[in-house]
Structures are given as structure tokens and as C-alpha cells.
């Protein structure tokens, strides 16, 4: 092909760019990046997702739909507002928009760049981290921090957000970052000192909404933590990158409780040193774990389901939840890993090991993606980004007879 002929079909694209605008034009020529962050409305209808590349994305479920709203998006803005029909998202201007699935603006209003914010159904309540894991409550004249209290941990140290999560039934709301094995009463440090250096509040806290005061910090986990509290504000619970889970009363939240390892068991605590290593574990209730169809390089059979933690979702309104392990893919199927764990509320052994498949492979791939998965727990939903597109797929749960199948996978 000529130069001369080149150059024509070059500027005949750029006039048919020309006469197709915005949005439009950015949804017929680009492909959407990786998903980074992800809410799901309650009925289950709808979700919107921000992208590594910037776009804004809501999703008709119902329909199988999706459309791109906006190619200039904060990527850890969004947030579906619970038993509402909106959202959150924040633009590269830094503006929060209060937006409804018919376009419809609530309010608008501008913030500090947000790496993950929540909102209740009154739309009174508006919490948001900073990416020195600060959370604050309000906006404008009217905010208030809540936990500023060091710059470290940090998601730029740490490479992921601070997770929140809110239970309006409970009037409760639970952050969750970096676990710490131990750590002071709540008593004994403020949660707003501006002057300390190191954080004493990036584990797992428990948060009272009405009065923003900590409740009680929930030690155990260590390193990245990802943790979120039920629905009706009874339980909290939690899950690391060092394979351990905890779960916890609200009522009692000095009773911490151990989830069961996968393979080994319950730790029996109190027991004298020098016995088989076999006594110190209680199996009486452990399940088959699902293993691969190939050995490893050892000639192992590896676990399917990961007991690292990238996500934890109710899934069953407040009875029962997923915890959702983080995994890298491989080129051998054989040897992938995507089961999450099913687990009731109060109970600390595993139920049931849910598939959820490797085609398309689920955003588990990296800790900085904790928001790419989101639940609605009353419509037994579960939504997840992608690790290598930027789609979507959505799973059902079915609570008769605990299986989780592959609804839709929308791109």
C-alpha cells in the first residue's frame, strides 16, 4: 500500500473518530483494563466497576448489558450504595458523584483522591480512606477524621486498600489492612493522633457509626488482611495472607475465634510440648479439600483451595460467607487454583469448597485488587473482576443445596 493511500485511510479514521464523540467513540475503540474496584446493588440487578485504564462501567445483570459512563475515573472509586439504586464514583478532579442508574447526579461534591470509600442508604454517612489508610467521615465543612494516626502502614507500602465495610442493621463498620498479631486496647491509644508516625489501627477494627468511635481493635492476623462484618452487624470476620481466619461476636468482641485450617484442623491451644505433632490439631470436622488433577514438579497434588485470603463476602444474607483465596494463574490447569471456602457464621469449620473456575480466571491474582470482589448477600450474588480483561463474571449461590454456578460473563 502506498504512502499516499496510508495517509488517506489515516485521516479517514481520524474523521470518523471525529464524528463520533466521547464516551462513545472510547467504547468502540478501546478494550477495557483489569476491574479495581467493584460494587454490587443489593437486589443484585446491577454493578459498577472503576478500571485500571479509567473507565467507569455499570453493568445491567438483569439484562447483560453494560455501558461505559466515564473513561476518567478514580480506580478505587466504586461503590454500590446499599438497598439503594446508587452509587459511588469519584472523577479525576477529584469530584464524588452520588449517581443513580438513570444518570441522575444526587450530589456532587469534592474530596482528597479516595482509595476506597462507603456511603449508607440515607446518604448521611459518607467514609473514605486516604492512601495513608486515614479514614474520614463527611466531606467539606463537615469532615471529620476518624483514624489519623501515622502514615504507616500505607497503601503504598503495603500494595493494597484498607477495606471497609458497613452494616447499617448494625450501625457498625469494620476497616481492615495490615493485621497485627497483638494490639492495645482502644483504650490505651486514640485513633485520632496526627503526630504518631506508625499506625495503631490498620488491623482489623471494630467502629461504632453513630458516635465514629473504635469499638475494639481484633488482633490475630498478620500481614495483608482483608476482613468485612455480616449484614445485620452480628459478625466480623477475617482472613490474611498467612493462611490464618478469625471470626467474632459484636456482642463479645474480646472473644476471638480461630477458623479451621483447611488441611490441619483447629489448633488446640493449651496443650504441653512434646506430643505428636497430630494431637495438636482437633480434624473432627474438616472436609476433603479439592486437589489438582496433575502433580506438581514434587510430584504433590496440590490443594485447590488457598487458604491466603484476597476476599471475604457474605453470600447468604447473614448466615453464611465465602473466603476467597488469593492465587496465581498457571499455565498447567491442572494445577490452578479457584475454590473458595464456604463457611456459616459461628462456625469455624469449612462447609463446602466452591469452583469458581478458570475461564475466564477471577481477579485473585493480586492483593491491591481486594475491591474487584463484591457480593449481595440477600440475592445470593457474587461478582468478580478478571485477572487479565477487564470483564466481569457473576455467580449464583444456591443456599438449598450449597453449590455456586456461573450466571454470566460479561465483557
Not at 477458623?259 to 476433603?288: F, H, Q, T, V
Not at 487458604?307 to 499455565?331: K, V
Not at 491491591?368 to 457474587?382: F, G, T, V
Request: glycine share 8%; proline share 6%.
Amino acid at each position: 500500500m502506498s504512502r499516499f493511500k496510508k495517509s488517506i485511510l489515516g485521516l479517514g479514521a481520524v474523521l470518523l473518530i471525529s464524528l463520533i464523540s466521547g464516551v462513545y467513540a472510547w467504547q468502540l475503540l478501546h478494550k477495557l483494563e483489569p476491574v479495581t474496584a467493584l460494587g454490587v446493588s443489593s437486589d443484585g440487578r446491577y454493578a459498577v466497576t472503576t478500571h485500571q485504564d479509567g473507565a467507569l462501567v455499570l453493568w445491567d445483570i438483569e439484562n447483560r448489558s453494560r455501558d461505559v459512563l466515564s473513561t476518567e475515573a478514580n480506580l478505587y472509586s466504586a461503590y454500590f450504595i446499599s438497598d439503594s439504586d446508587a452509587f459511588l464514583w469519584q472523577d479525576l478532579d477529584n469530584v464524588v458523584r452520588i449517581q443513580r442508574v438513570d444518570g441522575k447526579v444526587i450530589e456532587a461534591f469534592e474530596h482528597f483522591p479516595t482509595y476506597g470509600h462507603v456511603m449508607d442508604a440515607s446518604f448521611s454517612d459518607y467514609l473514605a480512606s486516604d492512601v495513608d489508610w486515614n479514614i474520614f467521615h463527611g466531606h467539606g465543612e463537615a469532615i471529620r477524621p476518624v483514624m489519623q494516626d501515622g502514615i504507616s502502614p500505607s497503601f503504598k507500602g503495603s500494595g493494597k486498600i484498607l477495606k471497609l465495610t458497613l452494616s447499617e442493621q448494625g450501625q457498625k463498620f469494620v476497616s481492615a489492612g495490615l493485621g497485627d498479631r497483638e494490639s492495645p486496647s482502644v483504650d490505651e491509644v486514640p485513633a485520632v493522633a496526627p503526630e504518631r508516625r506508625f499506625s495503631n489501627y490498620t488491623g482489623v477494627t471494630l467502629w461504632d457509626l453513630d458516635t465514629l468511635d473504635p469499638i475494639a481493635m481484633l488482633p490475630g492476623n498478620s500481614y495483608k488482611v482483608d476482613a468485612t462484618i455480616s449484614p445485620d452487624g452480628q459478625w466480623v470476620v477475617s482472613g490474611d495472607e498467612n493462611t490464618l481466619g478469625f471470626f467474632w461476636n459484636t456482642d463479645a468482641p474480646q472473644e476471638r475465634h480461630r477458623m479451621a485450617s483447611y488441611n490441619y484442623g483447629i489448633l488446640r491451644d493449651g496443650l504441653p510440648e512434646g506430643l505428636p505433632e497430630d494431637e495438636y490439631w482437633d480434624k473432627s470436622e474438616l472436609i476433603p479439600v479439592p486437589k489438582s488433577t496433575k502433580p506438581d514438579k514434587w510430584g504433590n497434588l496440590r490443594s485447590l483451595a488457598t487458604p491466603t485470603t484476597i476476599a471475604i463476602a457474605f453470600i447468604n444474607g447473614s448466615e453464611e460467607f465465602l473466603r476467597i483465596g488469593y492465587s496465581h494463574y498457571t499455565r498447567d490447569k491442572g494445577m490452578n487454583r479457584t475454590h473458595a471456602a464456604l463457611f456459616e457464621a459461628g462456625n469455624p469449620w469449612p462447609q463446602a469448597y466452591l469452583d469458581l473456575g478458570i475461564d475466564p480466571y477471577p481477579s485473585i491474582n493480586n492483593y491491591s485488587r481486594n475491591l474487584s470482589i463484591d457480593s449481595a448477600p440477600e440475592a445470593n450474588l457474587l461478582v468478580t473482576g478478571h485477572a487479565f480483561d477487564g470483564g466481569i463474571t457473576v455467580y449464583r449461590y444456591d443456599p438449598e443445596v450449597r453449590t455456586l454456578s456461573k450466571e454470566w460473563v460479561g465483557k
